[in-house]
Nanobody, 121 residues
Framework: QVQLVESGGGLVQSGGSLRLSCAAS????????MAWYRQAPGKQRELVAG???????NYADSVKGRFTISRDNDKKTVYLQMNSLKSEDTAVYYC???????????????WGQGTQVTVSS
């Protein structure tokens, strides 16, 4: 099993910044594909940003140029730097780890408990 613990959420004014962190357990972090998702009230969970094991990144159009995803394999942590926050960024943010089938014992998708981000206008 892989455990994910998020931190860094909170209340911020529109235009402000926050950095989310997600610490993972296990010995194979370097080969996990990591991502941040978010879910606003009454809406479906959506992909915000992803970073593959080779550090290739992808972003939702709504956050391109404002958010940056990064990873520190030595610390087994993935980050989401969020700048120029808008009220529509308000949501619960979830960390996701995808473990490839090459690690048979723990292959699959794992989720953190979520961290609330609230942007006041």
């Amino acid at each position: 099993q892989v455990q994910l613990v998020e931190s860094g959420g909170g209340l911020v004014q529109s235009g402000g910044s926050l950095r989310l962190s997600c610490a993972a357990s296990g010995s194979f972090f370097r080969i996990y594909d990591m991502a941040w998702y978010r879910q606003a009230p009454g809406k479906q969970r959506e992909l915000v940003a992803g970073i593959a094991r080779d550090s290739t990144t992808n972003y939702a159009d709504s956050v391109k140029g404002r958010f940056t995803i990064s990873r520190d394999n030595d610390k087994k942590t993935v980050y989401l730097q969020m700048n120029s926050l808008k009220s529509e960024d308000t949501a619960v943010y979830y960390c996701n780890a995808h473990v490839p089938r090459t690690i048979v014992a723990i292959a699959g998708d794992y989720w953190g408990q979520g961290t609330q981000v609230t942007v006041s206008s």
